[in-house]
């Protein structure tokens, strides 16, 4: 047999091979798994995007503005006022601190 002979005859076998997996898939019960084929999704063809309309859109605005404003309203409620201590406390502390000092350093 000539070697030319012999890769036909391979590659006319390696055919009849892939079209009876093809037929046996096709005919399997059970789903795939994974990613389907690219002939498959190109059939399917692309995914449109859907547009919203404009009154739509203005909706959407005014309802998260809404939703945002009563979270920012919460939020000022939530919060406390600052505490400021007068000059007469923090110098009565400032005097106490000291005194604590001179101890420890007395102790030393």
């Known amino acids: 047999m000539n070697l030319q ?3 036909a005859e391979l590659q006319a076998q390696r055919d009849r091979l892939d079209i009876a997996i093809i037929a046996m898939s096709a005919v399997s ?12 999704q ?7 995007r859907r547009r919203m309309s404009a009154a ?3 909706k959407l605005s ?10 920012k309203m919460k939020r ?6 600052v505490r400021r201590m007068s000059r ?9 601190q000291r005194a604590r000092w001179a101890k420890v350093r007395a102790q030393q």
Do not use: E, F, M
């Not at 019960?29 to 498959?40: C, E, W, Y």
């Not at 005014?62 to 979270?71: I, N």
């Not at 007469?88 to 106490?96: E, L, M, N, V, Y």
């Open 5 to 7: 002979q012999i890769v």
């Open 29 to 40: 019960n059970q789903p795939r798994r994974g990613r389907p084929p690219k002939a498959i």
């Open 42 to 48: 190109k059939a399917a063809g692309p995914k449109r």
């Open 56 to 58: 739509a859109r203005r």
């Open 62 to 71: 005014r309802l998260l503005k809404h939703r945002w404003a009563q979270g």
């Open 76 to 81: 000022a409620k939530a919060s406390k006022p």
């Open 88 to 96: 007469a406390a923090r110098k009565k502390i400032a005097a106490a």
